[in-house]
């Protein structure tokens, strides 16, 4: 091989590394976040089902596993249609029934039809008591909490054509990379480095502290789901493609530079999609192992 074609398969790999890491949902940081700010919202009932269906690695700490479904995506490839779900190509709103489907057209194979699934997994083990191992309900609380933080992702409800926005190059300061690759990783990371010293936990701290003070009258219209639902991800899929639409897309065109105007303008946006992904993931699993004693008293 001559060293200009080493050069070129070095790029060519380069381009395939980042187009793969560029499908995955939050990146670490975003879905650790996620799920730490959930922990703070759990009722006892639901901490104590949590940590008898963690699985050792997690070492007793939901947010240690909430990137797990990313690390076996490429692995289980069934799984890979149910981090998003995409939308008719500028078509800013999202229905169930014409976009919840995989590439082979096969209905119920994306994150919101996966939410419902984990969901029922969980609560008809534990409100039917179900003695049987149906499910596995470690793997069923790991894809749920990791899916209802990719739901708050606004490229995970995408458009079709540009796959989630994974196919728009953008260069982000001086480095090229995709735009959704931007709103899983690189908006955060940037954050880190540039307001919270590059440690994580300070980022969380700042989301839980606007949680309790800026967005507190929020809260409760966040937790809620229609009709006494247990889980209800129609509205978090719709906010999301509006916030896609309104601020991801907008002046991101392909081949565009993204720096300070369009990271310090997004940066609230992504934090209060952590805010909102953490407390409506508590209150879901709230819901899921609130005990059966308690629901008949309320
Ligand atoms: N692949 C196709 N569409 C996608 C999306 N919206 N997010 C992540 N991966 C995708
Ligand atoms: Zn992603
Ligand atoms: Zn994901």
Redo the contacts with the bound molecule.
């Keep these: 091989m001559g060293g200009g074609s080493g050069l070129l398969w070095i790029g060519r790999a380069l381009i395939v590394f980042q187009l793969i890491n560029g499908?995955l949902g939050w990146g670490k940081e975003g879905h650790f976040a996620v799920c730490k700010i959930a922990e703070g919202y759990l009722t006892e009932d639901a901490l104590a089902a949590i940590k008898e269906l963690l699985p050792d690695s997690a070492e007793g700490d939901l947010a240690n596993v909430c990137s797990w479904p990313d690390e076996i995506r490429f692995h289980l490839r069934w799984s890979s249609p149910l981090?998003?779900?995409?939308t008719p190509d500028f078509k800013c709103n999202y229905e169930y029934c014409r976009d919840c489907h995989d590439s082979a057209g096969r209905k119920d194979r994306c994150v919101t039809g996966a939410i419902y699934n984990y969901t029922m997994q969980l609560k008809s083990a534990y409100q039917n008591s179900v003695s049987e191992a149906k499910y596995n309900l470690t793997e069923a609380l790991m894809f749920l909490s990791h899916f209802i933080g990719d739901v708050h992702q606004p490229?995970?409800?995408?458009f079709?054509g540009d796959?989630?926005?994974?196919s728009i190059i953008v260069r982000w300061f001086r480095r090229k990379t995709n735009l959704?690759h931007v709103w899983d990783n690189m908006i955060i990371e940037s954050a880190l480095k540039t307001f919270y010293s590059s440690n994580i936990t300070n980022m969380i701290q700042t989301i839980q502290w606007n949680i309790t003070d800026g967005w507190a009258n929020d809260i409760s219209s966040w937790e809620s789901c229609k009709n006494n639902h247990t889980v209800c991800p129609e509205p978090y899929a719709s906010e999301s493609i509006s916030l896609a639409c309104k601020y991801a897309y907008k002046n991101a065109t392909p081949g565009s530079t993204l720096k300070d105007d369009y990271f310090l303008s997004r940066l609230p946006i992504v934090e209060k999609r952590l805010a909102q992904g953490g407390i409506r993931l508590a209150a879901t699993l709230n819901r899921i192992f609130a005990s059966q004693i308690k629901i008949a008293e309320a």
């Design positions: 499908v981090h998003y779900i995409d490229l995970h409800v995408g079709t796959l989630g926005g994974n959704h």
